[in-house]
């Protein structure tokens, strides 16, 4: 039987982690290698999805213009739609609010506002170009996730 488990990024996880972004972002969005390769400069909060040993999903946090800002939201491309990137989303925004966080903003692409969205979020505008695709601006709240929580544990989904 698999493993697979959700925890915080160690040092020693950071060259498997931008290997996962290299591959999704400059491999399959077409993000430029400096852009991708610039996400350490923002000292992130990074976390991990690992699959028996293997990191197969990642997510990051990190402050810019005086927001936290959520993102670099990815599950390798052959283990997609098997929901680990939804309970390594629901992990994460756990993690944050349980540190005081009371919003949490982030640019997604269309698959992740649809996730975001189901735990709460509201998206904040209109799509932008994005190199291979769209962002579209989403917002999470400390209560959203919170009610979102609370029908996860009473057994209610939507």
């Not at 039987?1 to 400059?26: G, I």
């Not at 390798?76 to 966080?101: C, D, M, S, V, Y």
């Not at 170009?129 to 009473?154: D, I």
Request: charged share 20%; proline share 3%.
């Amino acid at each position: 039987m698999e493993s697979l488990r959700y925890r915080k990024a160690r040092t020693e996880d950071m060259e498997a982690v931008m290997a996962l972004q290299t591959a999704v972002f400059h491999g399959e969005q077409l993000i430029p290698l400096d852009a991708v390769e610039a996400f350490l400069a923002m000292e992130p909060q990074c976390w991990v999805a690992e699959l028996d040993g293997v990191i197969v999903g990642t997510a990051a946090a990190w402050h810019e213009g005086g927001q936290l800002h959520w993102g670099r939201f990815i599950v390798t491309k052959a283990l997609r739609g098997r929901h680990i990137g939804t309970k390594l989303a629901a992990f994460t925004f756990a993690e944050l609010f349980a540190q005081g966080i009371d919003s949490i903003f982030m640019e997604a692409r269309d698959t992740t506002v649809a996730i975001v969205g189901k735990m709460g979020g509201t998206v904040a505008g209109e799509p932008v170009p994005f190199y291979k695709g769209t962002v579209t601006p989403v917002w999470l709240t400390r209560e959203a996730f919170a009610r979102y929580s609370q029908e996860m544990q009473n057994g209610c989904s939507s």
